[in-house]
């Protein structure tokens, strides 16, 4: 199969805003995006503006440039690294004749092409149709051409004649599945929550490597691959801590700088496994050159979710690929919880999972307790749910000293503890 040929447009507006990252930055991932959906730049041209221009986005002396390029190179598709309106895109195709498409276009095109359940492909084709529906009049080449192709996998990719009222009939019926799946989501959240189990969400810059590491701690099988976007359903897997301590690790979407509202609206069902979670495990590729970009683009999504107050722990993966192992130590410092693992190679994952049981250790209670000699069940239940220090058998009593969840500490004082005394424990 031959692959699209791409050619890109980057923008560079000369007065540039505060975490706007650099024109070789926003080359590489765009590179990236249209590696990730089966195409190959050929050629990019950087354009420098004052201003976006209303016609166009770009000027029209930088718009025929683009053609002449295009009557040189054997070109399918012209994207552009800022969104398009609906009518820039069909006065810059009049022109070139070529289909040209933008990167959230782009992103909503890999969201596509990697959705696999119920779930994800009703998200994503929610996305899809709330960015489509304001471009829908007049739409351009993208949508009469039949042949399919980079920014045309999804809705109304071979019918032009799609009106407003059918889109919009789509969206609501979308919308209400997602909400029936938030509902169902929030069932289970508060099955966990009813017997105090603590979550912990993963969190972090697409293909940092937090499959691999939900792989690593809780065998979940998910399918890893070295590029943009591979997971986009949430996973939940229950892990035991080294004190027995038992907690419901998430991975979830990866972030990336500027993720296009339409994804995150409709991954608001997905993300709410962040919102509810009692600590954040941000995985950071630190063997990535522009690793502290990508750590403020994902705080800048936390806060678009209004979760940017949680406690954080910073795991610098893939130490593997990194040289510096004293200036590694020094990155570390610069967190208040951080830890330094190779989730590929499972390199310091003990570490990270005694600081996770520190960070919960207020969901533990520790108790040295004497329990009537006839209930074992109590005994058990201290092996069972927790870390047991000693147990100690007398004539008519058993002495339990032990670490369990703090929802059960109360259980070991039925029998010899007045009932207002269990209060506290419970």
Same mark, same amino acid.
Request: glycine share 6%.
């Given at each position: 199969?031959?692959?699209?040929?791409?050619?890109?447009?980057?923008?560079?507006?000369?007065?540039r805003?505060k975490g706007?990252?650099?024109?070789?930055?926003?080359l590489?991932?765009?590179e990236e995006?249209?590696k990730?959906?089966?195409?190959?730049?050929i050629d990019?041209?950087v354009?420098?503006e004052?201003?976006?221009s209303?016609?166009?986005?770009?000027?029209?002396?930088?718009?025929?440039?683009?053609a002449?390029?295009?009557?040189?190179k054997?070109v399918?598709?012209?994207i552009f690294s800022?969104?398009l309106?609906?009518?820039?895109?069909?006065?810059?195709?009049k022109v070139?004749?070529?289909?040209?498409?933008?990167?959230t &276009?782009l992103i !909503?095109?890999?969201?596509? @092409?990697?959705?696999?359940?119920?779930?994800?492909k009703?998200?994503v +084709? %929610?996305?899809?149709?709330?960015?489509?529906?304001?471009?829908l009049?007049?739409k351009?080449?993208?949508?009469?051409?039949?042949?399919?192709?980079?920014?045309t996998?999804?809705p109304?990719?071979?019918?032009?004649?799609i009106?407003r009222r059918?889109i919009?009939q789509?969206?609501?019926?979308?919308?209400?599945?997602?909400a029936?799946i938030?509902a169902?989501?929030?069932?289970?959240?508060?099955?966990?929550?009813?017997?105090?189990v603590p979550a912990v969400s993963?969190v972090?810059y697409?293909?940092?490597?937090?499959?691999t590491?939900?792989?690593v701690?809780?065998d979940?099988g998910q399918?890893?691959?070295?590029g943009?976007?591979?997971?986009?359903?949430?996973?939940?897997? &229950?892990?035991? !801590?080294?004190?027995?301590? @038992?907690?419901?690790?998430?991975?979830?979407?990866?972030?990336?700088? +500027? %993720?296009?509202h339409?994804?995150i609206?409709?991954?608001k069902a997905?993300l709410?496994?962040?919102?509810?979670?009692?600590i954040?495990i941000h995985?950071l590729?630190?063997?990535n050159?522009?690793?502290k970009?990508?750590?403020?683009?994902?705080f800048v999504?936390?806060?678009?979710?209004?979760?940017g107050?949680?406690?954080?722990?910073?795991?610098?993966?893939?130490?593997?690929?990194?040289?510096?192992?004293?200036?590694?130590?020094a990155?570390?410092?610069?967190y208040?919880h951080a830890v330094?693992?190779?989730a590929?190679?499972?390199?310091n994952?003990?570490?990270l999972?005694?600081?996770?049981e520190?960070m919960?250790?207020?969901f533990?209670?520790?108790?040295?307790?004497?329990?009537?000699?006839?209930r074992?069940?109590?005994?058990?239940l201290?092996?069972?749910?927790?870390e047991?220090?000693?147990?100690?058998?007398?004539?008519?009593?058993?002495?339990?000293?032990?670490?369990?969840?703090?929802?059960l500490?109360?259980r070991f004082?039925?029998?010899?503890?007045?009932?207002?005394e269990?209060?506290d424990?419970e």
């Amino acid at each position: 199969m031959n692959r699209e040929k791409v050619l890109l447009v980057i923008i560079e507006y000369k007065q540039r805003k505060k975490g706007v990252w650099p024109f070789d930055e926003v080359l590489e991932e765009m590179e990236e995006l249209v590696k990730a959906c089966g195409g190959e730049v050929i050629d990019h041209m950087v354009c420098r503006e004052d201003k976006p221009s209303a016609k166009c986005l770009i000027g029209e002396g930088k718009v025929a440039e683009i053609a002449e390029i295009l009557t040189m190179k054997k070109v399918d598709t012209v994207i552009f690294s800022h969104d398009l309106k609906g009518s820039q895109q069909r006065n810059i195709e009049k022109v070139i004749s070529c289909k040209t498409i933008d990167r959230t &276009q782009l992103i !909503l095109d890999i969201f596509a @092409r990697h959705a696999t359940t119920r779930e994800g492909k009703t998200q994503v +084709e %929610l996305a899809q149709l709330e960015y489509l529906l304001p471009r829908l009049v007049g739409k351009g080449i993208e949508l009469s051409r039949l042949g399919g192709g980079i920014g045309t996998l999804g809705p109304g990719e071979t019918k032009l004649e799609i009106d407003r009222r059918r889109i919009s009939q789509r969206v609501t019926r979308l919308k209400k599945d997602l909400a029936e799946i938030a509902a169902s989501r929030h069932l289970k959240r508060k099955k966990r929550i009813d017997k105090n189990v603590p979550a912990v969400s993963l969190v972090g810059y697409t293909n940092a490597g937090k499959s691999t590491l939900l792989n690593v701690l809780a065998d979940a099988g998910q399918i890893t691959k070295n590029g943009l976007f591979t997971t986009l359903e949430s996973l939940s897997r &229950q892990i035991i !801590l080294p004190n027995n301590q @038992r907690v419901v690790l998430s991975d979830t979407v990866g972030f990336m700088q +500027e %993720l296009p509202h339409h994804l995150i609206e409709s991954f608001k069902a997905t993300l709410e496994e962040v919102r509810e979670a009692d600590i954040l495990i941000h995985v950071l590729d630190i063997s990535n050159p522009n690793f502290k970009h990508l750590h403020d683009a994902v705080f800048v999504v936390l806060k678009q979710l209004d979760i940017g107050d949680k406690p954080v722990l910073t795991v610098l993966n893939k130490i593997d690929q990194f040289e510096d192992p004293g200036l590694l130590e020094a990155l570390k410092n610069d967190y208040e919880h951080a830890v330094c693992i190779s989730a590929k190679n499972g390199d310091n994952v003990d570490e990270l999972l005694v600081i996770i049981e520190n960070m919960l250790s207020h969901f533990i209670k520790e108790i040295n307790v004497d329990v009537p000699i006839n209930r074992m069940d109590l005994v058990n239940l201290a092996h069972k749910e927790g870390e047991v220090y000693s147990v100690k058998y007398y004539e008519d009593k058993v002495n339990i000293r032990a670490v369990v969840p703090a929802y059960l500490a109360g259980r070991f004082y039925l029998g010899n503890k007045p009932k207002e005394e269990l209060e506290d424990w419970e």
